[in-house]
C-alpha cells in the first residue's frame, strides 16, 4: 500500500495585484485503493491543489508538505512525479501539434518505467483500451488532441491513465463538458484502472453526477483554499440538495450560481 500525504499547504501565485494566496492550510490523505472526491464552488482552489501536487511552476509552495511514501514530492521535477507514480488528468487537456498518439503515448510509458514496452504487446493494449474507452482507431495517428472535441480530449486522458498505472490519480473536473454517454465511458475508464493497479484516486468535481459512477469512499469539502468539512459518499448527496451556500457564508466570501456542463 502507497500512501500520498498532504500537510498543512500553504500555496500563493503571483497576480498583476501582488501575491495571493489560494490555499490556505490543506491537509489531506490518501491510500491507494481509495477513492476522494473534492467538491466546491469555482475559485475554491481544488485545481490548484491538484496542479500544485503535479509541479505546476505557476505555483509557490509557502509552507506545508506534500510526500508519497514518505518521500518530498516538493523536491521532485514533474517528470520524477510522474515517475514515482503520480497521474494528472487536466481539466483542460492541451493540443501537442506534431507529436502523434502513437509516439506520445509510447514516449510516454518508457519514460515513466525505465524501459520501452513489448511492441506487440504493447499494441495489443492500446488497441484494447482504445475499444473500451470508444476512441476510433484513426486517432491513434492523430497529433496529440488536435481537433479534438472536449469529450475525446478527456477519454484521452483517462487512455493514458488506463496504460500508465500510476499509483496515485488526479482527476481534475473530468466530467466538465461530458455529455451522458461519455460520462459513463469516462467513469468506467477509472474504476477499470482503480481496479486493475490498485490506485490511489483523487477527484475534483463540482457535481454529484459523476460519483453515480465512481464511488467516493471520502468526500472532502472545498471552500477558500480549505477544506471545510470531509464525510462520506452521504456528504455528496447533500451538497446536491443544499449547495455551497452554507459554507461560503461561513467563510465570507460568495459563491456564483454553478452552470451544469
Known amino acids: 500500500m502507497s500512501t500520498l500525504e498532504i500537510k498543512d499547504l500553504h500555496?500563493?501565485?503571483?497576480?498583476?495585484q501582488g501575491t495571493k494566496e489560494?490555499?490556505?492550510g490543506v491537509s489531506l490523505t490518501i491510500k491507494t485503493g481509495e477513492t476522494h472526491a473534492i467538491m466546491g464552488p469555482n475559485g475554491s482552489g481544488k485545481s490548484t491543489l491538484a496542479s500544485t501536487i503535479a509541479g505546476h511552476p505557476r505555483y509557490t509552495?509557502?509552507?506545508?508538505?506534500?510526500?508519497?511514501?514518505?518521500?518530498?514530492?516538493?523536491?521532485?521535477?514533474?517528470d520524477e512525479r510522474a515517475r514515482a507514480g503520480v497521474f494528472l488528468a487536466m481539466q483542460y487537456p492541451v493540443e501537442v501539434p506534431g507529436v502523434t498518439m502513437t509516439n506520445f503515448l509510447r514516449t510516454a510509458k518508457t519514460a515513466i518505467d525505465g524501459e520501452a514496452p513489448a511492441l506487440r504487446t504493447w499494441t495489443k493494449d492500446v488497441k484494447a483500451a482504445m475499444q473500451q474507452l470508444r476512441i476510433d482507431a484513426d486517432f491513434a495517428q492523430r497529433n496529440v488532441n488536435e481537433g479534438f472535441s472536449g469529450g475525446e480530449k478527456k477519454r484521452v486522458e483517462i487512455l493514458q491513465l488506463e496504460l500508465f498505472k500510476p499509483k496515485f490519480a488526479v482527476l481534475d473536473e473530468t466530467d466538465s463538458g461530458l455529455d451522458v454517454d461519455?460520462?459513463?465511458?469516462?467513469?468506467?475508464?477509472?474504476?477499470?484502472?482503480?481496479a486493475e493497479g490498485n490506485m490511489g484516486t483523487l477527484l475534483i468535481t463540482h457535481y454529484t453526477r459523476i460519483l453515480r459512477y465512481i464511488k467516493p469512499d471520502f468526500v472532502h469539502v472545498f471552500v477558500d483554499g480549505k477544506v471545510v468539512e470531509e464525510g462520506g459518499p452521504e456528504l455528496a448527496d447533500r451538497l446536491e440538495e443544499e449547495g455551497y451556500d452554507r459554507y461560503a457564508a461561513g467563510a465570507g466570501v460568495a459563491v456564483a450560481p454553478a452552470v451544469q456542463g
Do not use: F, P, Q, Y
Not at 500555496?11 to 498583476?16: H, K, M, N, P
Not at 509552507?63 to 514533474?78: F, H, K, Q
Open 61 to 78: 509552495v509557502t509552507s506545508g508538505t506534500i510526500t508519497l511514501d514518505g518521500e518530498n514530492v516538493l523536491e521532485m521535477s514533474v
Open 11 to 16: 500555496v500563493s501565485i503571483e497576480t498583476e
Open 182 to 194: 461519455a460520462l459513463k465511458v469516462v467513469s468506467e475508464g477509472v474504476n477499470r484502472a482503480h
Open 22 to 24: 489560494i490555499l490556505k
